[in-house]
């Protein structure tokens, strides 16, 4: 299945991978918080990223704020990964291309001063 990774170093990529928690726990490195960025797409972040000291995730922080999806002075810490999902099986699914369009025109419209 497509999905985009986003790193603290700002690079975005279309990723294929198998479903499962592992792969995005992985990902992530550690325990998994969810956070809808849109209808039928969630963010998978570090649940412990900011206890744990992982740096500042400038791109996945954007597309949240972008979303409302969390508060204006929150912020994402370490890697993130988006995936779709289906609200009638409960499961993660595959991006659409215009899903992986959309994140990319996002994510490339940012200026880093």
């Given at each position: 299945m497509t999905a985009i990774t986003i790193t603290v170093d700002g690079a975005v990529s279309r990723t294929e991978y198998e479903p499962g928690?592992?792969?995005?726990?992985?990902?992530v490195g550690g325990y998994i918080e969810a956070v809808d960025i849109a209808e039928g797409m969630t963010m998978y972040v570090n649940e412990e990223g900011k206890?744990?000291?992982?740096?500042e995730n400038v791109v996945a922080t954007y597309l949240a704020w972008n979303a409302a999806a969390i508060a204006p002075h929150d912020w994402i810490a370490g890697d993130a990964i988006i995936a779709g999902f289906d609200f009638e099986t409960g499961e993660n699914r595959a991006l659409t291309d215009e899903e992986v369009r959309t994140l990319?025109?996002?994510?490339?419209s940012l200026t880093f001063v």
């Open positions: 928690l592992k792969f995005l726990q992985t990902a206890m744990s000291g992982l740096a990319f025109a996002h994510s490339s």
